[in-house]
């Protein structure tokens, strides 16, 4: 608008502002309130080039639980200090965004995520390796669907947005699959007889 700042196409959306509910988790701070961006996701939001988020309607606690410690109008948020984001919006608008479409398998997972452990469900390639996909994943936020932190009663977020550079452990939540000559030794009665 005539201000002479240089062209961000980072910015840019072909949708109207949105209001996304949120709940963010800091090292040592937990902040809820609402994320407004162009994009038509939170996940979009929290991988653009932007240093901070701004938080709406601000309520911040000194941790999960806890009495809320101070209500603003607006705080802003390192998303290198963010160990995760519950996205609250409902979920006939998240999962409606437009994507490229992959086929995907999903894998049940968990998580741990500074002094949180999250149970749930990540998307991976068919026949795709938990391992290489961490790895060689683009996105800074890994979303966890269908998510639960253990512990911790939240709303019932659509997603959680872990931010990799926290996730400290990782665990394919299915039982290991051990043939039975591997569940237990051979007795003397299974060695055969020499001869």
Known sequence: MGSGAPFDTDHLSIDAPQQHPVEVFCVGSHIAGTLHSGRPRVSDHLESSERMIEITNATLMPGPGDSPLVERRSVFVNKAMVLFVLDLTPEEWASGAADVVHPTEPHDILASVGDFW??????????????????????????????????????????????????????????????????????????????
């Open 118 to 195: 999250i149970s749930g469900t990540i998307k991976l390639p068919p026949h795709g390796d938990l391992n290489q996909f961490l790895a060689r994943v683009p996105r800074r936020f890994v979303p966890i669907a269908a998510a639960d932190i253990l512990d911790y009663d939240e709303q019932s977020p659509c997603a959680v947005l872990v931010n990799r550079d926290y996730l400290e452990a990782i665990v394919a939540n299915e039982p290991a699959d051990l043939d039975a000559s591997e569940q237990e030794p051979a007795g003397p009665e299974d060695v055969p007889e020499s001869g």
